[in-house]
């Protein structure tokens, strides 16, 4: 098994390195730590004998320089990285292949990241301005943070991810991962850094996260089961979200996605669904948001079966993404938008069992008491309900 490096080389372990099945020292493999020196081949050798007999990587406090990193199994053993130094990616803006990531753990089981509140900084600013989405309606391909591929029964806790090109993390084709006390931190106008990303991934829990970001600050893709997100801070950003779904054919189901005891500040948005028109068939179910609480939130509850970003879909085909069984509820704070309950449904595909529970939204904003808009649904009401359900029937397209 090897562990390849920005050059797609061979990673050998220099003289020094402990042995296989103990704890490896990057700084015993080669690494300076001094932000200045690459020190991509340290990790991976470093990596190469932790994975084949188990281990611990200890990475010392300094700061580390390294480039795109495939840090790959499957490994004879469990593997943990302790980090207490950071890392840092290079500044300059180069266009990766489709999907990459600038550190990328693949294929692994059993594997722990100890942050021990480490950053790993992407040095994005530059690539900001190179992202072209609001011209194609496409990002260019600029690696994302942090990228877990293929997990199982694994642990990341404790790391911060600070200015990525593009997303800050990846979470696919998992199976029982948990992140805990995680940040992102990148300023509003920071385009298409998703803060936790989550698709194709079955029993994933994000417990604990403070996610300041220029996108969703976590986002919920196909084929994503028995989520739990809990106890995460977001703004600014644009809220939780689920989907954009149905962008493309054969998307997997989502279900099972629990929501809870999470601060909204700031943001474009709070809570949403969101799914493309003219949408290949898809389905979102068994979804609850729970006891979240919303601060000055343009639109706090959302379901969005339109989703057009930059014009870029087919406008008045309804959306054959099936949204069904879901509950906002005890959803309370303040809207900076007067329509704070935005229920727009597909009239290809009703949204069906919609139920709102303890609702108080207020506006903070000029245009008056806050008030609920529908379209193709009908809720299922009980408790509280400020604004009412459902006083505006809003307008949607053709």
């Given at each position: 098994m090897a562990t390849t490096i920005a050059n797609g080389s061979k990673a050998s372990a220099p003289a020094g390195a402990k042995a296989s099945g103990g704890s490896l020292d990057v700084k015993a493999s080669g690494a300076k730590g001094d932000g200045?020196?690459?020190?991509?081949?340290?990790?991976?050798?470093?990596?190469?004998?932790?994975?084949?007999?188990?281990?611990?990587?200890?990475?010392?406090?300094?700061?580390?320089?390294?480039?795109?990193?495939?840090?790959?199994?499957?490994?004879?053993?469990?593997?943990?990285?302790?980090?207490?130094?950071?890392?840092?990616?290079?500044?300059?803006?180069t266009v990766a292949k489709e999907h990459s990531g600038w550190i990328n753990f693949d294929n692994v089981a059993d594997f722990t990241l100890n942050?021990?509140?480490?950053?790993?900084?992407?040095?994005?600013?530059?690539?900001?301005?190179?992202n072209d989405c609001a011209k194609t309606g496409k990002c260019n391909n600029l690696p994302i943070n942090i990228r877990f591929t293929?997990?199982?029964?694994?642990?990341?806790?404790?790391?911060?991810?600070?200015?990525?090109k593009l997303f800050h993390m990846n979470?696919?084709?998992c199976k029982n991962i948990t992140l805990q006390d995680i940040g992102i931190d990148a300023p509003p106008e920071s385009l298409n850094t998703d803060g936790i990303h989550i698709g194709r991934s079955n029993g994933v829990n994000l417990i604990g996260a403070k996610i300041k970001t220029g996108d969703d600050c976590v986002s919920i893709g196909d084929g994503t089961e028995n989520l739990v997100v809990e106890n995460v801070e977001c703004g600014p950003g644009h809220g939780i979200s689920i989907g954009s779904l149905g962008k493309y054919p054969n998307e997997q189901p989502v279900k099972?996605?629990?929501?809870?005891?999470?601060?909204?500040?700031?943001t474009?948005?709070?809570?949403?669904?969101k799914t493309w028109p003219g949408s290949p068939p898809g389905i979102a179910s068994n979804i609850l948001f729970e006891d979240i609480t919303m601060d000055n939130v343009t639109t706090p509850v959302l379901i969005d079966q339109e989703y057009c970003p930059y014009g870029h879909c087919k406008a008045g085909v309804p959306s054959k993404v099936k949204i069904s069984d879901v509950t906002f509820k005890n959803i309370k704070g303040t809207s900076a938008n007067k329509i704070a309950v935005k229920l727009i449904c597909s009239k290809g595909v009703p949204c069906s069992n919609i139920a709102l529970a303890d609702i108080n939204l207020v506006s903070n904003g000029k245009e008056g008491p806050a008030v609920s808009a529908c379209a193709n649904m009908k809720p299922v009401l009980s408790g509280k309900m400020v604004p009412a359900a459902c006083t505006e029937v809003a307008k949607t397209g053709p």
């Open positions: 200045k020196t690459d020190d991509s081949a340290a990790f991976a050798a470093s990596w190469e004998k932790a994975c084949a007999a188990g281990g611990t990587i200890t990475v010392p406090k300094g700061e580390y320089l390294v480039n795109s990193l495939e840090l790959k199994g499957p490994c004879k053993g469990p593997v943990t990285m302790d980090l207490n130094g950071n890392l840092k990616a290079p500044a300059t803006v942050g021990n509140g480490a950053i790993l900084d992407g040095q994005g600013s530059m690539a900001w301005k190179a293929g997990l199982t029964n694994s642990k990341i806790i404790g790391i911060t991810s600070t200015n990525s979470v696919l084709n099972g996605v629990i929501v809870r005891k999470c601060l909204i500040k700031n474009d948005n709070g809570v949403r669904i």
